[in-house]
């Protein structure tokens, strides 16, 4: 059997799963899927908060840009700013727990905002 043949077996830890050679990725590897803003795979429509940072707290370490799953949050270096992108924030707060800063970022009740999702007409 070749090397390709059994990759997912080769691998420590990850028990002898049978895959079919043409499904088979190898380690490290990154799945295709189309490139840019997935308009029909919005994650906000749950979310019951939302992060909020303090700008005078902030020191853009960039600690919640590298965190978020979804990719909520756009550095841009010409003006050193961070900026949320709600569409696709789930709310998950795992930037809020990599924040390096004491109150530089917040959980906010989606309440709170005239636009926030829990005050939709369908949220859901
Ligand atoms: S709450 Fe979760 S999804 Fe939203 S910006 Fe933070 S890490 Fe990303
Ligand atoms: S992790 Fe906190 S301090 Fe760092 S850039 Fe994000 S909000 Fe600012």
């Known amino acids: 059997m070749s090397k390709e043949d059994n ?8 028990g002898t799963i ?5 499904r088979v990725v190898p380690f490290g590897a990154v799945t295709p899927a189309p490139v840019g803003t997935q308009k029909l ?4 429509n749950w979310r019951v908060v939302r992060p ?4 005078e707290k902030c020191t853009r ?5 590298l965190a978020c799953p979804d990719a909520c949050w756009v550095y841009k270096e010409e003006d050193d700013t961070l900026e949320w992108v709600g569409d696709f924030c789930k709310g998950c707060q795992v930037c809020i727990a990599q924040c390096t800063v ?5 959980a906010a009740p989606e ?5 926030g999702v829990v005050r939709l007409e369908k949220p859901f």
């Not at 990759?7 to 990850?14: D, E, N, S, T, V």
């Not at 049978?18 to 043409?22: L, S």
């Open 7 to 14: 990759m997912a077996k080769a691998l420590p830890g990850y």
């Open 18 to 22: 049978d895959v079919p050679k043409d």
């Open 41 to 44: 795979f919005q994650t906000s």
């Open 52 to 55: 909020v940072k303090d700008e």
């Open 61 to 65: 370490c960039l600690q919640c840009y």
């Open 102 to 106: 004491d109150g530089a970022l917040v």
């Open 111 to 115: 309440l709170d905002f005239e636009g």
